[in-house]
């Protein structure tokens, strides 16, 4: 079935410095692929999203692409600010699975002042 | 997007109980969806919530421990049947974006539930 292989935290980050989370995906079909962010105490919000190959997802300064050669979808922030300090979640949909959404483990960031 | 409303926000809860998650939309959509997380971990699907038919739960989950109704296209409820420790996690509703331009799932903000 389908799957997303997140990069595993807890990741501690200076402020400016520059973020990268890895996130490659297992799929039949043509998913869409996603980034999920959770704010201490708060909800999950889409953060960015891509639905074909190349596309290149981007929102908040993050900044993720498409591709399927490789089956990844890297999210990148060139400079981390502390409310950035999160949990991170890839997730896939409408690959073998159709619409459910299949999450990664996600990634707790920390941004340090 | 779709805008939803999730109640209650939080509960503690005495071992054996039910409790009943409430999900609003703001607009009509086909597919609602349950998930829990569980303390430190990712977001697992319960079932697939669609008006006018029975939900379609996921492996290792049950409609007896968690009975879904979906009675129009706005609303939906998860109840929490006989709760152990075990059930205190985070549970949240999600619905699909009705465009392209959308597309992407809109969450609740959770509840979060503690079994004592």
């Known amino acids: 079935g389908d799957s997303v292989t997140q990069m595993e935290g807890p990741v501690t980050l200076s402020e400016e410095a520059f973020l990268t989370i890895n996130c490659t995906y297992t799929?039949?079909?043509?998913?869409?692929l996603f980034w999920y962010v959770q704010y201490p105490g708060e909800g999950l919000q889409l953060l960015l999203k891509?639905?074909?190959?190349?596309d290149k997802g981007s929102n908040k300064g993050f900044e993720a692409t498409y591709r399927k050669e490789t089956t990844s979808f890297h999210l990148e922030k060139g400079s981390v600010q502390v409310s950035d300090s999160a949990v991170y979640f890839c997730a896939l949909s409408g690959g073998g699975n159709d619409y459910k959404l299949s999450f990664g483990a996600g990634t707790t960031v920390t941004v340090r002042a | 997007s779709a805008v939803i409303s999730q109640k209650p926000s939080r509960d503690i809860c005495q071992r054996g109980t039910s409790l009943t998650i409430q999900c609003q939309v703001d607009?009509?959509?086909?597919?609602m969806f349950w998930y829990r997380q569980q303390p430190g971990q990712s977001l697992t699907l319960i079932a697939t919530?669609?008006?006018?038919?029975?939900?379609?739960?996921e492996s290792g989950f049950v409609i007896d421990k968690f009975p879904i109704s979906r009675p129009n296209l706005t609303f939906s409820t998860l109840t929490v049947s006989n709760m152990s420790p075990e059930d205190s996690s985070i549970y949240l509703c999600?619905?699909?974006?009705?465009?392209?331009?959308?597309?992407?799932?809109?969450f609740g903000s959770g509840t979060r539930l503690t079994v004592v």
């Open positions: 891509a639905t074909k190959a190349d």
């Open positions: 799929a039949t079909g043509y998913p869409s």
């Open positions: 607009s009509q959509v086909t597919m």
């Open positions: 999600s619905v699909e974006g009705q465009d392209l331009a959308n597309y992407g799932y809109t």
């Open positions: 919530a669609n008006q006018g038919s029975e939900a379609t739960y």
